[in-house]
């Protein structure tokens, strides 16, 4: 017998001791889904798998880069600025003290052999994967928790006579 089984026949027998009002098969089905570790850890691998194709997606968007940097500085001796894309030589005649540059990029991929796509692909088959292993579950889970409510109906049934 289950630990569904078990759990299920221990709160029937308990309300049907006690007089309270009996469990239907509708809430014992609710009760059942919303509590049992195997939906639950499906229902998160479909809201991960979910999460991975809107991942994909944003994948085909630019990706924009700004950047901006302030120096201060004495030159005693001819110094060299490295940015990004260019490269500064300032002599000791150079007369200011502050450094500063604002530069921004735009990138958006033109060719990457496929490999957006495929991923793209991938994570959708992935959430249509769990989304088939979420309805399994379900399936055997309310499977488990009729038989469980029916054979514990029938204990009861046999019980009271």
């Known amino acids: 017998m289950s630990l569904i089984s078990r759990l299920l026949a221990t709160v029937l027998l308990c309300q049907a001791s006690f007089g309270a009002e009996k469990l239907t098969l509708e809430e014992a089905l609710s009760l059942g889904l919303r509590s049992n570790v195997s939906v639950l850890k499906e229902q998160q691998n479909v809201f991960i798998a979910k999460q991975q194709v809107r991942e994909s997606r944003l994948l085909f968007l630019p990706s924009v880069v700004f950047s901006a940097d302030y120096a201060r500085g004495y030159l005693e001796a001819p110094l060299y600025l490295n940015r990004e894309s260019v490269l500064k030589y300032l002599d000791k005649s150079y ?30 088959v992935n959430y249509s994967k769990s989304r088939a292993i979420l309805e399994a579950e379900y399936e055997k889970t309310s499977l488990d928790i009729k038989k469980a409510f029916y054979r514990t109906l029938y204990s009861d049934k046999i019980l009271n006579e």
């Open 95 to 124: 007369d200011g003290r502050d450094y500063y540059g604002i530069s921004g990029s735009v990138v958006l991929p033109v060719y990457t052999g496929g490999r957006l796509r495929k991923t793209l692909e991938l994570s959708k």
